[in-house]
């Protein structure tokens, strides 16, 4: 059985007394959960702190970004090793907002995947369709060409994460069917190109507005193996709350 993920995307929210204050107000409300892996990325700046509140916690870190090279001339970016010494154990590659906003395509996801898997982190690999592709009728289509060129060649550990684009920040989400159909296609693809075994065993999110009162339909799935969350993951509260209705949902 996979066991459930919950990672909470802050964006570029939080100062660093804010995020390490979130995890003082988060840890007790989550200390007794079982059964499920919750992560929080925070801004960059705020990674170390973070990562050190959370230190001896059932809390991990992922970093939002990252960039494929160890070291160089490159003005802004973050390496792999640069997060992990930070304290993160995984990293958010192809989010949407990194493919609308700069460019990013499928090439670079997989380089930055495969980087940061290379550096021991697990890849939280993005894919998901637009409003304009799914009206054409094309989510599909456009799900086999990110899980074929934003995972090729991978090896190592990573998390895919689905999340339509039109349903991030905008309260809409995909309903239980739509999700279960993308989440059961994408493992199809995963099992034609790692075997069944391992695509058995590799995990599938969702994101895209998820809220504590939508989380336990959409964890009870059978190819739904957690979710990726936004806006509400900024208060302590309502992420527990999503992190303990994901575990009912899997028990």
Request: net charge negative.
């Amino acid at each position: 059985m996979r066991t459930p993920f919950i990672a909470g995307n802050w964006k570029m929210f939080k100062t660093v007394g804010e995020a390490a204050a979130f995890i003082r107000q988060l840890q007790p409300l989550v200390e007794r959960v079982t059964g499920v892996d919750i992560v929080v990325a925070p801004p960059f700046t705020a990674l170390h702190a973070v990562a050190s509140a959370a230190r001896g916690t059932n809390i991990g870190v992922s970093a939002q970004d990252v960039y494929f090279e160890r070291e160089g001339a490159f003005t802004g970016e973050i390496s792999p090793g640069m997060i992990a010494e930070a304290g993160a154990a995984y990293v958010i590659v192809g989010h949407s907002e990194r493919r609308r906003l700069f460019g990013e395509d499928d090439r670079v996801v997989n380089r930055k995947a495969a980087a940061a898997i290379g550096a021991g982190l697990t890849a939280i690999v993005c894919v998901g369709e637009t409003l304009e592709e799914r009206e054409r009728g094309e989510t599909l289509a456009v799900l086999d060409r990110q899980v074929q060129a934003s995972l090729a060649g991978l090896t190592g550990s990573f998390i895919v994460a689905y999340e339509p684009v039109w349903a991030i920040g905008t309260g809409r989400n995909a309903t239980a069917a739509q999700a279960q159909e993308a989440h059961a296609h994408i493992r199809r693809r995963l099992a034609d190109a790692l075997g069944a075994e391992q695509a058995d065993r590799c995990r599938v999110i969702y994101g895209g507005s998820v809220k504590p009162d939508n989380i336990r339909e959409l964890a009870a799935l059978p190819d739904v193996d957690g979710a990726l969350v936004g806006g509400a993951s900024l208060d302590a509260a309502s992420f527990a709350a999503i992190v303990t209705g994901s575990r009912a949902a899997a028990v």
